[in-house]
């Protein structure tokens, strides 16, 4: 199940990526019949301005996508791409690690409060089948504690904090994917740089002469790299983040509740 929703959030991202840069493929075309459009209803006076404006906004849209697709070509595909894969890669983990801890949240209070109405009713056996029937990390660590219920309140914490661990490292997965994209993105970026820095001075060799235009050309093509890993890693950086914050949140919740187990079996053990 895990595969399936990173392959389908692989897939979404990926047909959106190059989907766009399909449609900027097209762009100068749509921009340049617009604007010898625009250009002759500009002759006629009768022309009235709603219709100028819009003239001008398809050509300012399609512009946008031209420049992505433009900046995207002078800046080398062969450097630009694996940066782009680095991208999608890390997106797709990210939209799958955001719904996995999604769908791992749990109302803990009101998970606790029915497993005592559960002990108090029909005993550990009924708050078991609550936990197996409900849905998240918590419920799974609350079912390995009560199965252990019959051995001691200290065995019982001690599954509770070995099955804990292997949660949370179940919670921490792919992470360290999204990490690596990070520090790759800019290294990827600086190496397209620095190459294209070496082929400038090349020209710079084979010309025999320091052309500002050909060095400024030269040196903005190569940083283009630069600016797209940056961008890369910025946006998987904030994401990153996030995911952090959400796990460290999650177990924090399951060490609040898993004490809050011990004590209703604490409590239920006394009345007997």
Request: net charge negative.
């Amino acid at each position: 199940m895990k595969r399936k929703s990173l392959f389908v959030s692989l897939l979404i991202i990926a047909v959106c990526t190059f989907g766009s840069l399909a449609f900027a493929q097209d762009a100068p075309a749509a921009g340049d019949t617009t604007i010898q459009d625009t250009a002759a209803a500009a002759a006629p006076a009768a022309d009235t301005m709603a219709s100028e404006e819009e003239a001008v906004a398809p050509a300012a849209e399609s512009t946008v996508h031209q420049v992505i697709k433009q900046k995207f070509i002078e800046g080398g595909w062969e450097w630009m791409s694996p940066i782009l894969l680095c991208m999608i890669i890390g997106l797709a983990i990210v939209v799958e690690r955001i719904i996995y801890l999604n769908l791992a949240t749990t109302n803990t209070k009101k998970l606790l409060a029915k497993i005592e109405d559960a002990m108090k009713s029909g005993g550990v056996e009924a708050a078991k089948e609550l936990c197996r029937n409900t849905r998240g990390p918590v419920a799974s660590i609350f079912y390995q504690g009560l199965d252990r219920a019959h051995e001691g309140i200290e065995i019982v914490e001690k599954s509770i904090t070995s099955y804990g661990s292997v949660q949370m490292a179940q919670l921490e997965r792919g992470l360290v994917w999204i990490s690596l994209f990070i520090a790759l993105a800019p290294m990827l970026g600086f190496m397209g740089t620095v190459v294209g820095m070496i082929q400038a001075f090349d020209a710079i060799e084979a010309a025999g002469d320091i052309s500002p235009s050909l060095v400024a050309g030269g040196i903005k093509v190569a940083l283009l790299t630069t600016v797209a890993g940056l961008i890369v890693a910025v946006v998987l950086q904030i994401f990153y983040n996030y995911l952090l914050s959400k796990v460290d949140g999650l177990v924090i919740d399951m060490e609040d509740s898993s004490i809050g187990l011990v004590d209703i079996l604490v409590k239920n053990q006394a009345k007997k």
